[in-house]
């Protein structure tokens, strides 16, 4: 059965090889962000998901920020070289989305809801993880490399501190993105046994 929707989700891959020879101007790159994250879907329309996107130098301040952080806690300069060099690759990209999650609107809900309160962190993380894979297809769509990264929660509050951003807002997550300047390897999966499950 052909899907275009499946055709864009299988150009998502996690790219580490960007640039930013991207055509498509900043702002343009923000409202696609923007309507992406309003339209995926959240546990009692709750709305937890926070994105922040950030180009140039700014983008490259959040890079800046994680080799500095790393700088203290990797003592192994062999070590230290290679995670500063991955950490080059994702600076080398057009920009980055930083993920987070009002923890604010948990808390309201987990007090308006007492019976439901101890689903609502985890609802809110399904609400991230749908909006995240939302934005990095619909980056694919337009031939802009991708991948998420996890440097929380070293990095917060000097990202929160940069950027001022409001303390309910939870970091969960970056996403460095730009021109593919290499493909992605080839993608192993499980046999469909293991996964799923027909039942007629």
Do not use: C
């Not at 203290?72 to 500063?84: L, R, W």
């Not at 101890?118 to 809110?124: A, G, L, R």
């Not at 490399?145 to 929660?153: E, F, I, K, R, T």
């Amino acid at each position: 059965m052909q899907s275009k929707f499946n055709e864009t989700s299988a150009k998502r891959r996690s790219i580490y090889a960007l640039g930013d020879n991207i055509t498509i101007s900043p702002d343009e790159i923000f409202d696609l962000v923007k309507t992406t994250v309003r339209n995926s879907p959240s546990a009692f329309n709750s709305q937890t998901v926070r994105a922040v996107v950030l180009f140039g130098k700014n983008s490259d301040k959040v890079w800046d920020i994680v080799e500095e952080t790393l700088q203290n806690i990797v003592k192994d300069p062999t070590a230290f070289q290679k995670t500063k060099d991955k950490i080059a690759t994702f600076r080398a990209g057009y920009g980055t989305i930083l993920f987070l999650t009002d923890t604010k609107i948990v808390h309201q809900l987990e007090e308006q809801f007492p019976s439901y309160a101890d689903n609502f962190k985890d609802w809110s993380e399904q609400a991230l993880g749908g909006a995240q894979q939302a934005v990095w297809t619909a980056l694919a769509e337009y031939n802009i490399g991708a991948s998420l990264q996890h440097y929380n929660p070293l990095i917060d509050e000097a990202i929160h501190q940069a950027f001022d951003l409001p303390e309910t807002w939870k970091l969960r997550a970056e996403m460095p993105f730009g021109s593919i300047e290499a493909p992605a390897g080839e993608k192993d999966y499980l046999d469909d046994e293991a996964v799923f499950k027909l039942i007629k």
